[in-house]
């Protein structure tokens, strides 16, 4: 970073902060993740100097011969990575990847969709009325059951009949159980609609087999790169070949011009380190951290939505304690630990403040925490949480959060 301090010490300074935070703290936020060293000198490399509009063996650019080779070196990977026909790279976000699939097989103010309630589970992509998916289409959206908090298939099918969509959209962001995607399919099949998988959150977990992949199962799949998969920041889509064409043309020209090459080539990286036999061992010690700090937040008195976790996070419903999940943010934050309010089944409090909390491990789990680890975490999370005024209780679990922090390097081998 000398080039960086010599030129810009102002915003040298920021980043080094934002380097100490990291390095200190624990992130237990479930959507994001710790890069490898290879990734970070992808993503930083002179990619990025070139333009690259089209597709490889078929830009609008000369000089392109290198990049052609990075983009298909990409798509290769993440192709045999989960088994698929044909793969999209170059979406620079999960939304955008979302975005070109409904722009290719959906009407704007025409055509409806059916897709998970955000306060139940689900993203603002995915039809929320503050969305550009909320806004150009008819959104009819599902939920979990209010008793089990888990995704009832047959008032789904049953909802889906009723709405005649012309898509139906599965995946979630905030859902700790295992998603039936043969379920979804088979009723978008029901219905003459397609069925998009959205498996940004747990798309590590899919390419490992931790959790059922949905390719071969649903017609498209949507993905970023950044969360269990634990790439650059940015998005995918698979298919089928028959569609490829279409996906193509809606990512480009469709919604955005030239590719972000150096995330292109960072994405490849991480596609190359997700195929590496060891990666299955982390996706699998994701879901064995998890499940092990949710049994002592569950001890500990704190309500967990569904009863649990399947997957890379715990959903904690604070009601019955008398707290948002916004003051839980802040307090846990102070305690140097990083995780986000979110909203739970039945919500009745603002997105801006929550009943709840969402608390992830794969950042954590980057870093060579097991078990063990995760219930000192799980037991300091619930210490701060039983008295939030407590300034002592934040001070004294800051200092341990540091300690254990500094034996655990930041990024992944």
């Given at each position: 970073m000398s080039h960086l301090a010599d030129t810009d010490p102002e915003l040298a300074r920021i980043i080094e902060s934002e380097r100490v935070r990291q390095v200190t703290g624990l992130e237990l936020i479930a959507s994001e993740n710790l890069v490898s060293q290879a990734v970070l000198e992808a993503m930083g490399s002179i990619m990025t100097n070139k333009y690259a509009e089209g597709y490889p063996g078929k830009r609008y650019y000369?000089?392109?011969?290198?990049?052609?080779?990075?983009?298909?070196?990409?798509?290769?990977?993440?192709?045999?990575?989960?088994?698929?026909?044909?793969?999209?790279?170059?979406?620079?976000?999960?939304?955008?990847?979302?975005?070109?699939?409904?722009?290719?097989?959906?009407?704007?103010?025409?055509?409806?969709?059916?897709?998970?309630?955000?306060?139940?589970?689900?993203?603002?992509?995915?039809?929320?009325?503050?969305?550009?998916?909320?806004?150009?289409?008819?959104?009819?959206?599902?939920?979990?059951?209010?008793?089990?908090?888990?995704?009832?298939?047959?008032?789904?099918?049953?909802?889906?009949?009723?709405?005649?969509?012309?898509?139906?959209?599965?995946?979630?962001?905030?859902?700790?159980?295992?998603?039936?995607?043969?379920?979804?399919?088979?009723?978008?099949?029901?219905?003459?609609?397609?069925?998009?998988?959205?498996?940004?959150?747990?798309?590590?977990?899919?390419?490992?087999?931790?959790?059922?992949?949905?390719?071969?199962?649903v017609d498209f799949i949507t993905s970023t790169t950044h969360k269990t998969l634990r790439g650059p920041r940015g998005g995918f889509i698979l298919c089928g070949a028959d569609m490829a064409q279409q996906v193509d043309k809606a990512v480009f020209p469709g919604m955005q011009g030239g590719p972000l090459m150096h995330t292109i080539a960072a994405k490849a990286v991480c596609f190359q380190e997700a195929l590496r036999p060891g990666y299955r061992d982390y996706a699998r010690q994701i879901v064995r951290n998890a499940q092990a700090m949710a049994a002592v937040l569950d001890d500990a008195g704190l309500r967990l939505v569904s009863g649990g976790t399947d997957n890379h996070l715990i959903l904690i419903d604070l009601s019955n304690r008398g707290i948002t999940g916004l003051e839980a943010e802040t307090v846990l934050g102070r305690a140097g630990i990083t995780v986000n309010k979110n909203t739970i089944p039945n919500e009745n409090r603002s997105p801006f403040v929550t009943s709840g909390l969402r608390i992830g491990t794969p950042a954590v789990t980057s870093r060579g925490m097991k078990e063990g680890e995760m219930r000192r975490v799980g037991a300091w999370i619930a210490r701060v949480l039983a008295d939030i005024t407590n300034d002592a209780v934040i001070r004294e679990v800051r200092g341990e959060v540091e300690a254990m922090a500094s034996q655990y390097p930041l990024h992944p081998a």
């Open positions: 000369g000089g392109c011969e290198f990049h052609d080779q990075a983009e298909n070196l990409a798509r290769d990977r993440v192709k045999q990575l989960f088994g698929a026909e044909h793969a999209n790279v170059q979406p620079h976000s999960g939304t955008q990847a979302n975005m070109a699939i409904y722009f290719s097989q959906m009407e704007c103010g025409k055509d409806r969709m059916m897709s998970m309630s955000l306060t139940q589970g689900g993203h603002l992509s995915h039809g929320s009325p503050v969305s550009f998916s909320g806004r150009l289409y008819e959104v009819h959206q599902y939920g979990v059951d209010l008793e089990t908090e888990t995704l009832d298939y047959g008032a789904v099918e049953e909802q889906a009949r009723k709405v005649r969509p012309k898509g139906i959209v599965c995946g979630a962001s905030a859902y700790p159980r295992e998603i039936d995607f043969s379920a979804f399919q088979e009723i978008a099949d029901g219905v003459d609609a397609f069925c998009m998988a959205d498996i940004a959150h747990i798309a590590g977990l899919c390419a490992a087999g931790i959790h059922p992949n949905p390719t071969g199962t």
